[in-house]
């Protein structure tokens, strides 16, 4: 079955330490995305990739990174810069066209102390 | 500044009727999204429309008025399993998504 895989679910982390989300996804798909979901917010764009080895960042890139050195995977860093990383983090993937809908993965809750 | 406006909570009683409402304002319109989130789960994509009317599949339909920068969600024959948080989104005019913050229905019996 295609889809698109985040690990680990749940994710705890001291505070100054950098950690990595994987997101991997088997749908061929070109564009994939990282989004940030707040309580009572609405999702919020971190990174974007419309193809490999090429990235832009979205409205709330500082204290992130990412790379893209596979179609399959787009594994999003958040570094000690961020001043608020407990959140929950989606990571989404598309055919790249502007009708195509975003197919998401499960998101990894991540908990910094 | 673009914004995206929907009610944050409703609550319906299973077999019945609910509309979930969405107002936008923002730079160009290229689309708008319906998405189903169950809580700590992933969003899932219910419906699309770019074109004024409504769209129906299934037990689910959703409507759009561009003029109005209107679009509503409707949900038939409400089953349990329907509570969960809907998402709008609208694809402005550089289509990027305008995420509205979910509307959290919960479902009676």
């Known amino acids: 079955d295609g889809g698109i895989t985040q690990s680990p679910k749940y994710l705890f982390r001291k505070e100054g330490q950098n950690v990595t989300l994987s997101c991997e996804q088997n749908?061929?798909?070109?564009?994939m995305y990282w989004y940030r979901q707040d309580p009572g917010q609405g999702l919020r764009l971190i990174y974007y990739?419309?193809?490999?080895?090429?990235?832009q960042k979205g409205d709330i890139a500082e204290g992130y990174s990412v790379s893209r050195e596979k179609k399959e995977s787009f594994p999003l860093t958040v570094t000690s810069a961020q001043k608020n990383p407990t959140a929950f983090y989606l990571c989404a993937s598309s055919m790249g066209r502007e009708n195509s809908p975003l197919h998401f993965g499960n998101g990894t809750r991540l908990t910094v102390t | 500044g673009q914004n995206i406006d929907q009610p944050t909570e409703m609550t319906a009683t299973e077999g019945a009727i609910v509309q979930i409402n969405c107002t936008y304002q923002?730079?160009?319109?290229?689309?708008l999204f319906w998405y189903q989130q169950h809580a700590g789960e992933a969003p899932t994509f219910l419906s699309y429309n770019v074109l004024d009317g409504l769209e129906e599949k299934g037990r689910f339909s959703s409507f759009l008025s561009r003029s109005k920068g209107y679009s509503y969600l409707l949900l038939k024959e409400l089953q349990m399993k329907d509570s969960a948080s809907y998402l709008c989104?609208?694809?402005?005019?550089?289509?990027?998504?305008?995420w509205g913050a979910g509307t959290k229905l919960i479902i009676k019996p």
């Open positions: 749908l061929n798909h070109d564009a």
């Open positions: 989104a609208v694809m402005d005019s550089n289509y990027q998504l305008i």
């Open positions: 923002t730079s160009g319109f290229n689309g």
């Open positions: 990739s419309q193809i490999v080895n090429d990235f």
